[in-house]
């Protein structure tokens, strides 16, 4: 399970796959890095309702698991492919940068950790290590 804040780009229609399957794609620009990414997640099925209400240039906060598959082609050739199912979805709070409803109770980002610092003493030792 993984988090990711940034803001709605591309908002699509609800797509109906077959008659037991639909789903619908969103594109959410990620600007935490230092080159902007916009990242393409999918809702399937009853999921499909959560961007109702959801505009383009809303800063929102995506829940999401990471599925991944194989698939053979028709030529026998072996292919793979990844897909970003979100399941929840938290508009922000432009204010405070986070999620409208409030903290949510499941925080999936990791907290940074202190590492230990090498230091340097000066001796008068000749060692040369």
Same mark, same amino acid.
């Given at each position: 399970m993984y988090k990711l804040s940034g803001t709605v780009k591309v908002v699509n229609p609800t797509v109906q796959v077959s008659e037991k399957f639909s789903k619908r794609e969103?594109?959410? @620009?990620?600007?935490? $890095?230092?080159?902007?990414? !916009?990242?393409?997640?999918?809702?399937?099925?009853?999921?499909? @309702?959560?961007?109702? $209400?959801?505009?383009?240039? !809303?800063?929102?906060?995506?829940?999401?698991?990471?599925?991944g598959r194989e698939w053979t082609n028709p030529q026998g050739e072996v292919k793979y492919f990844n897909s970003l199912d979100a399941w929840r979805i938290d508009k922000m709070n432009a204010s405070q940068g986070m999620p409208a409803s409030g903290p949510s109770a499941m925080n999936l980002n990791p907290t940074p950790t202190a590492t230990p610092q090498m230091t340097v003493e000066s001796s008068d030792d000749d060692l040369p290590f």
């Open positions: 969103f594109v959410v @620009t990620d600007t935490s $890095g230092m080159y902007p990414q !916009d990242i393409l997640f999918q809702l399937t099925q009853d999921k499909c @309702t959560l961007l109702d $209400g959801v505009n383009v240039n !809303d800063s929102i906060e995506v829940s999401f698991n990471l599925r």
